[in-house]
């Protein structure tokens, strides 16, 4: 994406882009001024020379005319004198009027002169000379009549008079006036001239300040363009960074402060790019294997559900939590890291691995049908059967996987996820490394699911409940003890069996919340009939994840004490598969509850290994032979040698031995005279609710 275009523009374009904004600011700033300066400057000073001219002009005009006047003025003054001079006979009268006429006659030459002095003559050219000319000789004229006066008489001084002083005189005043009519035809001449000098001045100021203003708008629009253009660009790119378009060019940007700021958003650019996809990985990926986690891989499944057939794996590490607990959790994470990379390296690019969460991982294979799939699980149960050494210590890693096909066993990625668990869940129960999703179960699938997602809910709404299955003493026919068997009495369904519920209860983890409800119920219950009178052993059933914390024990001790009941009327079915899981912590929790006077029974003696080894280290009470055995037990000899030998067994060891699933008649014979001690079954009675047991017990007669 391009943002800002940088074309190469004109020289002076890029060179006013390279420029600071301040210096760019200052320049264009300071070129306005400029430019009003040299404006009004150029205005003044053509005022200025306007007013001098016309001030000078109007100056000389005045002087010149007045000088003219003041000349013009005492001639005539020193003709009237003259004149006077002429009527006057007598010479003592003439006296005084000669320095009158002198006086006239030096103050009209004086006038005279400054006329000469002040340029209004050097100026005048004819006029000022004929004026000159012509006072000169008047002058001479004037003297010599005032000479006839005294040496020839009045007479021939008044012809002289008349006959040349007089014409001159007129002559003079005449000169005097064409000159100031010269004078003020300069004077006009002059002023046409500022005339023009003055529009001239108009002329180049009304060309200047439009020039100027235009010369500055222009500088305006361009400085406002160089700066904001790049800020416009910047908004974009920010917008750009907002709506997440992190591949934005973001170029260098002209002039420092540009360079800065474009560095400072492809700093912001990178840095949240690089933060947003560190919270997207958090978000998609598992830190621990760097596997895609739950979200990723559901929207992978998604994806692919839409788009053909897939299997998908759910692949659980077996006997994870004693390895973790036992080595510690840098041993199980390194654990956890190498399974990931095995299932990593096997399936390739062939499909999608992730990790669920805890030991669980899932491998996505779009496109495999059945049978690929199972051979993908084949290889991979292979793959992690290889020893593993981390920290020097060699560990056998072993592995289950439950497979789905879709859409067969599911539409979308909740639905092919639980199936899968479902599948995992059945293939732990067989002890086998794989199951599928087609063999979960004969309820409908959707069935299953359902009551998954509503067991939670069970539990607060009370729906669960205990039915007790009678166990009787085969020697004396008593009712020795019970066995809590949970119900789920369902509002549309129904009572559920556990077979529909405990092994997923068991794989989500939500049998630790249905346990302690449990122990607590049948607690209070056996206590109650303990105070009754009857002494009924009540059994409860407990899974691998009840003994991996102390809650079992801290909850049980609690009860006994809270209901008064002796915990030899408690007895804990354990299966062997619970023990297995992660022996040293079960066994540890189980020590601690047989410490507290707690009865232990192992639980489907025969169906699992190693059940003696167990056996040996725990201090068991009873020892309960799976209904397997015990099924048509008359007529199977293999079964018949089994359960001989287990009671046989029982009795060396001191132990308890307990038939279960006893239907028939000839099984009970059969058990009866092989020594077994306690039966359980249909045969006796089936599970019943309390009220209902307590009844049959009372029927029956009970151990008191
Ligand atoms: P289990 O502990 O082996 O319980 C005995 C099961 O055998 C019970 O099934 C019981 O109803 C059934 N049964 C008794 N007599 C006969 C008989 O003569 N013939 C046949 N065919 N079956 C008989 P249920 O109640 O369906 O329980 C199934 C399993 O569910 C139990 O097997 C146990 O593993 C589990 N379970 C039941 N209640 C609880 C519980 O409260 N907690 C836990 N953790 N598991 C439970
Ligand atoms: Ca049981
Ligand atoms: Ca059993």
Request: aromatic share 4%; net charge negative.
């Amino acid at each position: 994406m391009k943002i800002l275009s940088s074309g190469p523009g004109l020289g002076l374009t890029s060179m006013v882009g390279r420029a600071s904004i301040r210096l760019r600011l200052f320049a264009s700033f300071g070129i306005l001024l400029t430019l009003m300066l040299v404006v009004s400057v150029v205005a003044l000073q053509r005022l200025n020379a306007l007013t001098v001219a016309i001030d000078h002009l109007s100056g000389q005009q005045a002087r010149g005319a007045a000088l003219a006047q003041q000349a013009n003025q005492y001639t005539q003054r020193a003709a009237v004198y003259l004149l006077r001079l002429l009527q006057t006979p007598s010479r003592s009268d003439r006296a005084p009027l000669y320095s009158g006429m002198d006086a006239a006659m030096a103050m009209s030459s004086r006038a005279m002169a400054d006329l000469t002095m002040s340029g209004v003559a050097g100026t005048g050219g004819k006029p000022v000379e004929r004026l000159l000319g012509v006072r000169h000789a008047f002058e001479e004229a004037f003297l010599e009549t005032v000479d006839l006066v005294e040496v020839e008489g009045l007479a021939a001084a008044r012809e002289h008079f008349d006959a040349k002083t007089d014409p001159l005189m007129a002559q003079l005043i005449d000169a005097a006036s064409m000159m100031a009519e010269q004078q003020q035809q300069q004077v006009q001449a002059r002023a046409e001239e500022l005339k023009s000098d003055a529009a001239r001045a108009r002329l180049v100021i009304l060309l200047l300040a439009p020039t100027a203003l235009m010369l500055g708008g222009g500088l305006a629009i361009a400085i406002g363009r160089s700066i904001s253009g790049p800020i416009q660009s910047a908004a974009n790119i920010a917008d750009a960074i907002a709506g997440g378009r992190y591949t934005c060019h973001i170029p260098e940007g002209s002039g420092p402060e540009l360079t800065t700021f474009m560095r400072a958003l492809r700093a912001m650019r990178d840095n949240i790019a690089s933060r947003e996809k560190r919270i997207l990985d958090l978000a998609y990926v598992d830190v621990l294997t760097n596997l895609p986690n739950r979200t990723h891989f559901v929207e992978a499944v998604t994806r692919a559900v839409g788009e053909s057939i897939g299997a998908v794996l759910i692949c659980d590490v077996n006997r994870f939590a004693p390895i973790n607990n036992a080595l510690g959790y840098q041993v199980g994470d390194q654990l956890l890291r190498e399974v990931g990379d095995r299932l990593l390296t096997h399936v390739g690019s062939a499909g999608v691995v992730a990790r669920l969460g805890a030991d669980e991982f899932a491998v996505l294979l779009p496109g495999s049908d059945e049978a690929a799939a199972i051979s993908h699980a084949q290889s991979i149960l292979a793959t992690m059967h290889a020893p593993l050494s981390i920290g020097g210590q060699r560990l056998d890693v072993d592995a289950s996987i439950g497979i789905v096909m879709f859409p067969r066993d599911g539409e979308n990625a909740t639905d092919l996820l639980r199936h899968g668990d479902l599948a995992l869940a059945l293939a732990k129960r067989r002890h086998e490394g794989f199951a599928l999703g087609s063999d979960v179960a004969d309820k409908s699938q959707h069935e299953q699911l359902t009551l998954i997602g509503e067991m939670r809910q069970a539990l607060s709404r009370n729906e669960f409940e205990p039915y007790f299955q009678p166990k009787q003493e085969l020697s004396t026919g008593r009712i020795i003890g019970a066995e809590a068997l949970l119900r789920w009495r369902h509002p549309q369904r129904g009572l559920v069996p556990p077979g529909t519920f405990i092994p997923f209860a068991e794989h989500t983890g939500f049998i630790k919340e249905i346990t302690p409800w449990l122990l607590a119920s049948v607690i209070r219950q056996c206590a109650e009939w303990y105070r009754a009178g009857l002494r009924i052993v009540t059994s409860i059933n407990i899974s691998t994840l009840d003994l991996t914390g102390r809650r079992l024990v801290i909850d049980m001790e609690r009860l006994l004490r809270e209901h008064r009941l002796p915990p030899g009327m408690v007895c804990l079915e354990i299966t062997e598969s619970a023990l297995m899981d992660d022996p040293e912590i079960a066994l540890r929790h189980l020590c601690e509850l047989a410490d507290l006077g707690v009865k232990l029974s192992i639980d489907d003696y025969g169906t699992g290994q190693a059940s003696l080894g167990y056996v040996q280290r725990l201090p068991v009470h009873e020892l309960k032979i799976d209904r397997a055995f015990v099924d048509q037990v008359d007529s199977r000899a293999k079964s018949a040698a089994i359960i001989r030998s287990t009671i046989l067994l029982c009795e060396e060891l001191g132990l308890l031995v307990v038939a279960e699933g006893v239907e028939t008649p000839a099984e009970m014979e059969w058990l009866a005279a092989n020594r077994c001690a306690v039966v359980q079954g249909y045969r006796i009675a089936r599970p019943m609710p309390a009220d209902v047991f307590i009844d049959w017990v009372g029927d029956r007669g009970a151990a008191s």
